[in-house]
């Protein structure tokens, strides 16, 4: 039971980030990318992490995966705002249809 759970978790998590790969090459501005390269990737981390943790022995592997993890929830939400941010700056982004604009002023 433990082997199709963990398939299904490694799976999914892999499939979320091959949704992630193909929203980078496919969406049209900065920010939609921006989104596809930090949400179903940061759960698809999670989904394969937890998958791994399935299938080791060891609590000092499962410890550095939880880390891994971790890293990723930390990080990635950072990155994708300081890229967003520089892309406002250069004006690399669709900026004239946000709806909301807070950094204007």
Avoid at 20 to 35: Q, T
Avoid at 85 to 95: E, K, P, Q, S, V
Wanted: charged share 15%; hydrophobic share 55%; glycine share 8%.
């Amino acid at each position: 039971m433990t082997d199709v759970l963990s398939a299904v978790l490694l799976l999914s998590g892999v499939s979320l980030a091959l949704i992630a790969g193909l929203g980078l090459v496919r969406f049209p501005d900065v920010f939609s990318r921006m989104h596809a390269a930090t949400k179903p990737t940061t759960l698809g981390v999670l989904l394969v992490t937890v998958g791994a943790s399935l299938q080791v022995d060891s609590g000092d592997d499962r410890v550095k995966l939880l880390l891994v993890a971790a890293f990723q929830f930390l990080t990635a939400p950072v990155a994708a705002h300081m890229i967003g941010r520089a892309a406002y700056r250069t004006g690399a982004g669709a900026i004239d249809e946000l709806v909301v604009d807070e950094l204007r002023d």
